[in-house]
C-alpha cells in the first residue's frame, strides 16, 4: 500500500508560478515511480509529467514541456511539480500518483496508487 497526498494548489494569474507537492508513505518511496495527472470539467484526465524511482529519467506531456518540472527528493519521500508560466488551460485537478511496475508510463492506468487531487486555477 502507498499513500499519496498532494498540496500546493490554488489561484494564479496567467504567467504565474505555483509549486505542487505531493508526499507519499506506506512503500520504499525511492522504489517506484511518481507521476502528475490533471482532469479539467468535463475532459479525461490526461498525463502531466512522471520520474523514476531515482530521478533520473523525466517525461513530460507537449502541452507542460518547457514550463513544468518534475522533481523528486527520496530523503523526504516527496516529489514536485513546479509550474511557471501558468496558462488559464493549465486550469484543472492535478493529481499525484505512484507507478510500482517499470517502464514509465503516461497512461492512467497503470499507476496503482492515487492522491485526492489538488486544485490549480489560472486566472486570465
Known amino acids: 500500500q502507498v499513500q499519496v497526498v498532494e498540496s500546493g494548489g490554488g489561484l494564479v494569474q496567467a504567467g504565474g508560478s505555483l509549486r505542487l507537492s505531493c508526499a507519499a508513505s506506506?512503500?520504499?518511496?525511492?522504489?517506484?515511480?511518481m507521476g502528475w495527472f490533471r482532469q479539467a470539467p468535463g475532459k479525461e484526465r490526461e498525463f502531466v509529467a512522471v520520474?523514476?524511482?531515482?530521478?533520473?529519467?523525466?517525461y513530460y506531456a507537449d502541452s507542460v514541456k518547457g514550463r513544468f518540472t518534475i522533481s523528486r527528493d527520496n530523503a523526504k519521500n516527496t516529489v514536485y511539480l513546479q509550474m511557471n508560466s501558468l496558462k488559464p488551460e493549465d486550469t484543472a485537478f492535478y493529481y499525484c500518483?505512484?507507478?510500482?511496475?517499470?517502464?514509465?508510463?503516461?497512461?492512467?492506468?497503470?499507476?496503482?496508487?492515487w492522491g485526492q487531487g489538488t486544485q490549480v486555477t489560472v486566472s486570465s
Open positions: 500518483a505512484a507507478d510500482l511496475n517499470p517502464p514509465l508510463s503516461n497512461y492512467y492506468d497503470d499507476y496503482e496508487y
Open positions: 520520474i523514476s524511482w531515482s530521478g533520473g529519467n523525466t
Open positions: 506506506g512503500r520504499t518511496f525511492s522504489s517506484y515511480a
